[in-house]
């Protein structure tokens, strides 16, 4: 076993977002009963998966700072001797910065927070709560300001919304002072007309990033294939980047896979580029949710034809 590969638990109330991808964007809401359960499930897989070995793990859900366990799911963390614990969030509590300072310094060693847009307008177009851009910018400053040591991700999706902010995004995530910039996939389910980019669309996108790669410090595209960018780079990841969960948890039905832990969206196939791409090896094809976009224009795409590696921090 991989003790560096990560780990996870899935911690839900309710979240204030309604987010336009979002297949939860409705009312979300868990009765106490439902949450208490989940959290006993949920110390019981920590305590299994630090027996494993495991390190390195990620409290995630929706969301996991408007659940009454959070404090005392991270207590568990540190009873199991998790040496960094990163807590992916909207991260909108912490504009209270008392209850920023509470979590950030009660055990949690990073921050996964996302940032939609630089402006209120865009980002809390797709947030679809009025608000929220101010409060998470407000929050990403207080977690900095209660914990210099803190490591925070600022994680973004391409949509049509926000497509020509992309690059300054990332600027005012490296502004507000974060450590890693992360372009991660929406995972297309349902109707994604509103906010989805089809391969053409992503493909002209991320031409941007070809051109400002030495500008692009401590960033990562996760789950994209290669040819999208027209080389391979060790910051593109499209391999093996499903965190392990424990036996007591289990996937919502509607998604359930023969893989513990898999959701149906995650699930990747190869098409016919794939086989004349020189690096095939390293990438594990398209999500499926994206192939089965109707006019997707994967015609579009060609195989990367060399190993071209550029390297970034």
Known sequence: MNKNHPCAIILESQCSNRCIFCQSNNVFTRTQEEMRFEFENNKANIIQLAENGFS????????????PYLISTIEVLKQNNFNDAQLTTHGMHFSDINYANIIVNSGITILKIPLYGVTEEIHDSITQNKGSFKKTIEGIKNARLS????????????LKQNKHQFIDIYNLSMGLGAN???VDTVKLIGDSTIWGLNFQEL????ALFSQNLTRLKNTRFIDYPFCLFGFYSPIIENKNNVPTFGNKYSVPEIYKTEKHGHPAYRNKSFVDICFKCKVKSKCDGFLDSYLNMQNNHIEKLIPVDRKLTLKTS
């Open 56 to 67: 390195y793990i990620e409290i995630s859900g929706r969301d996991p700072i408007e659940s």
């Open 203 to 206: 493909k002209t996108t991320f």
């Open 180 to 182: 890693q910039f992360i």
């Open 147 to 158: 914990n210099k040591n803190l490591k925070i991700k600022i994680n973004t999706l391409i």
